[in-house]
């Protein structure tokens, strides 16, 4: 190959390892070197941190000045670089060298999919991969029966907080409280990276070492490596990064609390969750004037599940956030179906916590996230 070619092709792959960064979305690259009519194939591989050249046989640390290197000894040559959502392909002759990048999966950010009579982000076929690796899909590429409502509440959580992710900018740092199984960092990360494209990093802590483990292997299943998963208590973590959003689906009772908790003391810029069962005030609070109408039982353990969550968003509040509250599903789904939303702004927050010692003098109440926060009456 003529050596202005070569020049060329040397500031293009200068900028695919630009582009390469800490290979956090990379797959693989294939290359095909030409001379006549025979093609010579080569790929680069991660192998850890290291990418390594298979050429004519032989394996070796790669370098991207290699490349242009072996290019001389050719005619052409093409190099297809792959990552997730995309394809950088280099096509270098004699004539010409030019260099085009294709979407895999090219979606428009308001663009979605049916699926039954409902219309997901999270889409077949284009997320079957990922909907098979975090088993709400089955290998026959169908939603299974019993995953079908794990699967509406999840795309349903990212559809809500779509319209703040696409405002976003730079790279975006979320962290997944009490992640679970993580079908929500999952999903998450596929619709900021391979829907939006956008720069992510994603963090999921459970206390559970089953659930980690898990997550962790599904993320190197994917070729996932900018998710992280880390075994830890949620009321002592401190997170590596400040995150931009922070999660919670269906923490239980006070882990919901050790969530909020988690994002406020990070200093989160939005805040994001669903609460699931509620325990904790039911065993506390009590309200004389009320009294006649809380020795119902039922209707006493709804009242606190209604004071659990106004009481957060109270806090909240009191924490420098503007804070709204809204369905989150349909109660065919779950009943657990309730969204907060919480934005820093760092209003005056002495009013919102003045109301919340008011509130929890007349109750008699010591909510977990309060003790949380070290909130103080002022």
């Known amino acids: 190959m003529k050596s202005n070619s070569v020049n060329k092709l040397g500031f293009y792959l200068t900028m695919l390892k630009s582009r390469y960064g800490e290979g956090e979305y990379f797959i693989e690259m294939n290359i095909s070197f030409k001379s006549g009519t025979k093609s010579f194939p080569a790929s680069v591989k991660k192998d850890g941190k290291e990418l390594i050249l298979t050429f004519s046989g ?8 290699k490349i242009s290197e072996i290019a001389k000894d050719y005619d052409a040559m093409q190099l297809i670089y792959k990552e997730r959502g995309t394809d950088a392909i280099i096509n270098a002759d004699d004539r010409n060298v030019t260099l085009r990048y294709d979407d895999i999966a090219p979606i428009e ?8 009579e409902r219309q997901y982000l999270i889409a077949p076929p284009k997320a079957n991969e990922l909907l098979k690796e975090i088993g709400i899909m089955g290998q026959n590429g169908k939603i299974k029966n019993d995953m079908v409502r794990k699967y509406n509440q999840i795309d349903h959580f990212v559809e809500l907080i779509s319209d703040y ?22 999903a998450l990360n596929y619709y900021l990276k391979d829907v939006l494209k956008k720069d992510c990093h994603v963090t999921g802590v459970d206390y559970s070492e089953i ?5 962790k292997k599904s993320a190197k299943n994917l070729g996932y490596s900018n998710m992280t998963f880390v075994k830890a208590d ?9 995150p931009d959003v922070v999660i919670s689906l269906h923490a239980c009772d006070t882990a919901t609390d050790m969530a909020i908790g988690a994002a406020i003391n990070a200093g989160a810029k939005a805040i ?9 005030l039911l065993g506390q609070y009590s309200y004389e ?27 909240l509040e009191a924490s420098g956030y503007s804070v709204t509250a809204q369905e989150y599903i349909s109660p065919v789904e779950t009943p657990k179906n309730l969204l907060i939303k919480a934005f820093k702004d760092g209003n005056n927050r002495k009013k919102a916590t003045r109301e919340y010692f008011e509130l929890k003098k007349m109750l008699g109440i010591t909510p977990k996230l309060e003790t949380l926060i070290k909130l103080e009456a002022e």
């Open 58 to 65: 032989t394996k070796q640390p790669f370098s991207w000045e």
């Open 109 to 116: 950010k308001n663009t979605t999919a049916t699926v039954g």
């Open 165 to 186: 992710l696409k405002k976003l900018d730079g790279k975006i740092e979320v962290l997944d409280c009490a992640c679970g199984k993580s079908y929500l960092s999952f």
């Open 211 to 215: 659930v980690i483990e898990a997550s």
């Open 234 to 242: 949620l009321t002592t973590y401190t997170p590596e990064r400040k």
């Open 272 to 280: 994001f969750a669903v609460p699931c069962c509620h325990k904790e």
């Open 289 to 315: 004037p009320f009294a006649p109408l809380l020795k119902y039982g039922i209707f006493k353990a709804r009242q606190a599940d209604l004071l659990t969550d106004s009481l957060r968003c109270l806090l």
